[in-house]
């Protein structure tokens, strides 16, 4: 069962905008969706973004000045905001997060982001 759910992919142009929501959908209690990662075809799945479990940020260089990753703590919610898309990060984004009850990770099924040149 998935645990975690993300949605807002889509097909961009170059230079458009998306932005990515995750939160928890299955039957683990308290699961925090943390971070995003992406993969691209032939490629291995890289970071994104993602929030320490201190809370400070942690974003990866592609990406930064570009992304922003935000969580709303009312809903629960990571978002990943992402601004000058380029067709580079066309991948499946990910969503992580981490379950207190059994200390464990767990990914969501991916979004596909799309971008045209």
């Known amino acids: 069962q998935v645990q975690v759910v993300e949605s807002g992919g889509g097909l961009v142009q170059a230079g458009g905008s998306l932005r990515l929501s995750c939160a928890p959908s299955?039957?683990?209690?308290?699961?925090?969706?943390m971070g995003w990662y992406r993969q691209a075809p032939g490629k291995q799945r890289e970071l994104v973004a993602t929030?320490?479990?201190?809370?400070?940020?942690n974003y990866a260089d592609f990406v930064k000045g570009r992304f922003t990753i935000s969580r709303d703590n009312a809903k629960n919610t990571l978002y990943l905001q992402m601004n000058n898309l380029a067709p580079e990060d066309t991948a499946v984004y990910y969503c992580?997060?981490?379950?207190?009850?059994?200390?464990?990770?767990?990914w969501g099924q991916g979004t596909q982001v799309t971008v045209s040149s």
């Open positions: 992580k997060g981490f379950g207190s009850q059994w200390g464990a990770d767990y």
């Open positions: 929030f320490t479990r201190t809370g400070w940020t």
């Open positions: 299955g039957s683990i209690r308290d699961i925090r969706p």
